[in-house]
């Protein structure tokens, strides 16, 4: 007895492109960074092979079954936030949330160093767009840290409206890495197993 024909339903494809990919597209398919990742890349490598031992392997998040760079995100970006919303945030008295803000956003920019660490080490090991994407991602929030370091440094010497100005850009520019961090993980499977090559021994 024969078996059941099997029916195959044709896959459906979009139309066009979703939005995030036609802005990431746009945003990262240019000779000049494929050339700029390529060379960063390299020195990425090379100074890999003065760590020791195991390093690497601890910041991939080898040690835990998948990459810890995801779970250290939350740490910024949690503390930026924070402390957007308390410096624009009423209060009674003047000034009222100031240290609160100042806090959060110390600690967001202290937990910023792990998540920097852990993301430039999964990066190198990237390909094609991804790696192009990444190199963005990566710069966005490397300069969203500095202007947050410059934030912490002018609230200390009193000039509080320079600090809200740049941790509020810095946010911005938090969100806008954010956005290509997704791309990431949901389009090129950053991390997944289809972009991300883990280091042997």
């Known amino acids: 007895m024969s078996s059941p024909a099997t029916l195959t339903l044709p896959q459906r494809r979009p139309p066009h492109d979703p939005p995030a990919h036609v802005v990431e597209d746009a945003l990262s398919n240019h000779d000049g960074l494929e ?5 960063l890349q390299g020195l990425l490598r090379g100074a890999e092979a003065h760590l020791p031992a195991g390093v690497m392997n601890a910041l991939h998040g080898e040690w835990l079954g998948h990459p810890i ?12 936030m924070v402390a957007a ?5 009423p209060t009674r008295q003047p000034g009222g949330n100031e240290a609160a803000a100042d806090l959060a ?12 660490a852990t993301g430039w080490a999964d990066w190198s090991t990237t390909r094609g767009e991804a790696r192009r994407t990444g190199l963005i991602h990566g710069a966005l929030n490397e300069t969203a840290f500095v202007l947050n370091v410059g934030s912490i440094l002018a609230r200390r010497r009193g000039r509080r409206g320079l600090g809200k100005a740049l941790s509020g850009a810095a946010l911005g520019l938090a969100v806008a890495g954010g956005f290509l961090g997704g791309e990431l993980v ?8 289809r972009t991300m090559a883990w280091p042997q021994g």
């Not at 956003?105 to 920097?116: F, N, Q, R, W």
């Not at 949901?186 to 197993?193: A, E, I, N, Q, S």
């Open 35 to 39: 050339t700029v990742a390529d060379t």
């Open 69 to 80: 760079h995801p779970i250290l995100v939350h740490l910024p970006l949690g503390g930026w």
């Open 85 to 89: 919303a308390l410096d624009f945030l």
């Open 105 to 116: 956003l110390t600690l967001g920019t202290l937990g910023a160093v792990g998540t920097i």
């Open 186 to 193: 949901y389009r090129h499977g950053l991390g997944v197993g």
